[in-house]
């Protein structure tokens, strides 16, 4: 029952989480949840929730992964291929290495092997934090996909060097050989396993809706959610990278019957299905999160604060001159990236191909540690074989703790103040947006044209008068549809903009309409419930549309 109410509590803080956000003060949503999680930590509560990362990790990782990679740009993801794996592998094999070294020579206590497997917690960055903290829409298109594409990856590296680092802390033994050899298996095994589980997935799902087409959607909606956990500890039990394999997987789906064949309310619901999962278990993560910073931030200064004010300081100086190597690094990685790309742009001649410090510094102050880091750290055995405690772990935790809690400060003042007034420009997808609308909208006339002639055959003159009206009414959409589009290079004149706003205002206030009318018919007990779903349903759908190309052509 105390479990039951504790996952009551936690959904009840998520929903709080969203509705503060209406408050007239906007505040970034992973910083409500975790305010929102410290808060429940309140000794008078009586809540705390052990953080076991094991299960963290099966539970909420690979959904959200397996979500992020669905989602993303595949074509962006593989043109930004080698900034992407620079940062994913090269950065955090370095932050390894040099904030691995610098943590063991700060704090002598934290052994070396425990220094490393501090930085590889380290490593990995949080897209969902950065988006919820920088906005939607915020940050450039083409430096979003970078930071999006790291954060997928380093995940998987930073937690095989956290791995690699562990089993040194353990047996003392380390090889740079055989840690390289079992990384490139343990990664592409992973990648591998999450693509053929998807397909499979996707080839059963297939097979079964093909039967059932007219069927209930819930059960391919539920297949979905299975990949993710499947891929995961299919390669989990093998020995590889359960993480890759769910963001393998969610990128296989798009080039899977499952995510584009089938009825159009499987992927209605599909989706509606992945956006609150998506909602519920970030949130979920986050509010974990503050729950944890109490008992390990709290406790660790309360007690040093007893021995010492000294000591106190020591332990914040701690968090404060990791953050800064962290920080110092990822801006001499970036830099460094920009600057050799930047010489590779000029020899083909383009001018004034510099690394711009302004970006340097968004990529570098976007480096926000999260969940990961946390269960990661908190993976770390608290003994040696020999039952001796392992040297420097509780000093660890407390500083990737901190380090976190930093990272996130610091975003939410600096990526503000960053982008302020920082013109994004034309979307730079707009023209093939375009360009797809008008041959989708040329394809449905030709459609339309082609059922028209097949459909008139052998009516008599009456029949096939009203064939060519109702075809001239459909295709009419398109036409105007085709008008309003005109061409990149000739907008359309102001006039015809008014009256596509005057439509657009139109066709929303009859669809308002109609749903105000079907709510007052259930009201009045005219028509019952289920009629009424079924045709809100309908409205809603049709508005979404409406607003959906409202907002493309905006």
């Not at 009456?462 to 008008?483: E, K, W």
């Amino acid at each position: 029952m105390e479990i039951v109410f504790t996952v009551l509590i936690l959904l009840l803080a998520v929903a709080a989480s969203g509705g503060v956000r209406v408050m007239p003060v906007k505040l970034p949503l992973p910083l409500v949840q975790i305010v929102l999680g410290a808060l429940l930590a309140w000794p008078r509560l009586g809540l705390h929730v052990t953080f076991d990362p094991e299960i963290f990790m099966m539970l909420f990782i690979p959904p959200l992964l397996f979500a992020d990679g669905w989602r993303i740009p595949k074509r962006e993801f593989f043109m930004a291929r080698r900034a992407i794996l620079l940062l994913a592998l090269g950065l955090v094999f370095m932050t390894v290495l040099a904030v691995g070294y610098f943590v063991h020579a700060l704090v002598p206590a934290i052994s070396l092997p425990v220094a490393f497997a501090l930085a590889a917690v380290l490593s990995p960055t949080d897209a969902v934090a950065l988006t919820g903290i920088a906005g939607k829409n915020r940050i450039p298109g083409q430096l979003m996909h970078i930071l999006e594409g790291e954060a997928l990856m380093n995940d998987a590296s930073g937690l095989v060097a956290l791995k690699f680092a562990i089993a040194a802390a353990l047996t003392g033994v380390f090889s740079l050989r055989d840690a390289s050899i079992s990384f490139v298996i343990i990664a592409l095994g992973g990648l591998a396993t999450g693509a053929v589980v998807s397909w499979l997935f996707s080839f059963v799902s297939a097979r079964f809706l093909s039967v059932m087409e007219n069927g209930d959607p819930a059960p391919g909606v539920v297949m979905t959610l299975l990949i993710p956990f499947a891929a995961y500890l299919f390669a989990e039990h093998f020995g590889w990278s359960g993480i890759l394999a769910a963001v393998a997987a969610g990128m296989m789906m798009n080039y899977t019957s499952i995510a584009h064949a089938g009825p159009v309310a499987e992927r209605v619901r599909a989706n509606s299905t992945w956006a609150m999962i998506e909602f519920v278990f970030n949130g979920m993560v986050f509010i974990l999160l503050g729950l944890q910073f109490p008992h390990i931030l709290g406790r660790a200064l309360i007690d040093a604060h007893e021995t010492s004010n000294e000591q106190m300081l020591l332990l914040i100086g701690y968090i404060a001159a990791v953050a800064v190597a962290l920080y110092a690094l990822r801006f001499v990685w970036v830099w460094l990236l920009r600057w050799y790309a930047s010489r590779g742009a000029a020899k083909q001649g383009m001018a004034n191909a510099v690394p711009g410090l302004r970006t340097v510094t968004i990529t570098t102050v976007a480096g926000v540690r999260g969940a990961v880091t946390m269960a990661g750290v908190l993976s770390l055995p608290e003994a040696l074989p020999n039952g001796v405690a392992l040297p420097g772990r509780d000093l660890a935790i407390f500083i990737a703790a901190g380090v976190i809690l930093v990272s996130l400060l610091v975003a939410v003042v600096a990526l503000p103040l960053l982008l302020h007034g920082w013109r994004r420009g034309r979307d730079p997808h707009a023209a093939e947006e375009r360009h797809a609308r008008k041959l989708a909208a040329q394809a449905a006339i030709r459609a339309v044209d082609d059922l028209h002639e097949t459909a008139s055959a052998g009516l008599d003159e009456s029949a096939s008068a009203y064939a060519t009206d109702v075809t001239a009414r459909v295709m009419d959409i398109y036409r105007r549809r085709l008008a309003t589009l005109g061409d990149a290079t000739t907008p359309p004149s102001e006039l015809a903009r008014r009256a596509e706003a005057l439509e657009f205002q139109m066709k929303l206030a009859a669809i308002r309409a109609e749903r105000a009318v079907l709510l007052s018919l259930r009201n009045t007990q005219k028509i019952n419930d289920e009629t009424l779903n079924k045709l809100m349903r309908e409205v809603d759908l049709s508005e979404t549309a409406l607003i959906t190309r409202g907002v493309a052509r905006a």
